[in-house]
């Protein structure tokens, strides 16, 4: 068995030979660019975790962990430019650096590369392979639209909020896992479980990310918390703060939320004091506790041995308990 130091190592070196394309410059610069920007690269390992489960020989599916992080960054690439987000991971984003025209046709080439590394080798797996990958490609914009439809909404549900992250971060982590496993010739009960398993990771891995947002160490998250409350984005903290809040807390927020010119400390220490007096640090806890049981099950489940598993089960508490 691997671990993921060992897999990541691999993803990296694949990645850093792969090569995109060559000219015209203007659209394969910016991919090369998106690429190289680096990142935890959780998807490709995922499905190699999962191949391993079962075979030995990693080194077969590169193509298609390289084809999962392509789109992932992809979607990156898109996410930004209809952010406006000037930065990612610290550094410009395509748009900044080059322009919305080179995002868009950029990211387009980046989906189709995905695709194509995804079904390298042609081999049997191909159908099935792509039915997983196309599913969740797809679901994830439907998610990243339902994300957008939320920014003129005050009314989001808790469990609307919950398909959203569903569809927007969860999908593609468990089709990295199910492509794993159906590469690696796996049962296809085995296989749905670590798609369930993924799916409930992603839940967790998502609600973690909207809490260190707000209580994260900005020295160990490695950029300034309060981010979300400045761009009142649609978290679970904040659906769960406009919904408890009485009405004077609830006039509160809102003056928050519509208020043009404000002292971005000053607002994110009102709104997270809000947060403490509404006990939401704990709501969210739990919730992350809950998906986190339910991915443990989804794994159990996997007719593996226990120790195989081992990998998988790291992996999932080093991202659950992470400060970053």
């Not at 193509?63 to 992932?72: D, K």
Request: proline fraction near 3%; include cysteine; glycine fraction near 4%.
């Amino acid at each position: 068995m691997f671990t993921d130091s060992q897999l990541l190592e691999k993803v990296n070196i694949y990645l850093s030979h792969l090569i995109y394309g060559k000219q015209p410059e203007g659209l394969y610069n910016p991919i090369k660019y998106a690429m190289s920007l680096g990142g935890k690269r959780i998807r490709p390992v995922l499905m190699l975790m999962a191949y391993n489960l079962y075979r030995d020989d990693v080194d077969c599916i590169l193509s298609q962990a390289a084809g999962v992080e392509t789109y992932h960054n992809f979607t990156l690439l898109h996410d930004d430019l209809m952010d406006n987000a000037d930065l990612r991971r610290g550094k410009p984003t395509v748009h900044a650096k080059w322009s919305k025209n080179a995002a868009i046709l950029s990211g387009d080439a980046m989906m189709l590369i995905a695709y194509r590394l995804m079904t390298d080798e042609g081999s049997k797996y191909v159908p099935s392979v792509m039915r997983v990958f196309s599913q969740a490609a797809l679901e994830v914009c439907e998610g990243q639209q339902y994300d957008m439809d939320f920014e003129t909404r005050m009314d989001v549900s808790e469990d609307e909020y919950l398909e959203m992250i569903r569809l927007k971060t969860s999908v593609l982590l468990a089709a990295s896992l199910k492509i794993g496993a159906l590469l690696a010739d796996a049962p296809d009960f085995d296989a749905d479980s670590l798609y369930d398993f993924g799916i409930n990771l992603g839940m967790a891995f998502q609600l973690r990310d909207d809490l260190l947002d707000v209580y994260g160490d900005p020295k160990v998250f490695g950029k300034k918390v309060g981010g979300d409350i400045l761009c009142n984005k649609k978290t679970y903290l904040l659906i769960q703060a406009l919904h408890r809040s009485d009405p004077r807390q609830l006039e509160q927020l809102m003056s928050w939320l519509h208020a043009k010119d404000y002292n971005p400390q000053e607002k994110i220490k009102a709104v997270t004091s809000l947060y403490d007096a509404l006990n939401i640090r704990s709501l969210c806890e739990e919730r992350i506790s809950y998906y986190t049981q339910l991915a443990e099950i989804s794994l159990d489940k996997v007719k593996v041995a226990k120790d195989k598993k081992q990998p998988l089960l790291r992996e999932m508490n080093k991202l659950m308990f992470r400060e970053a």
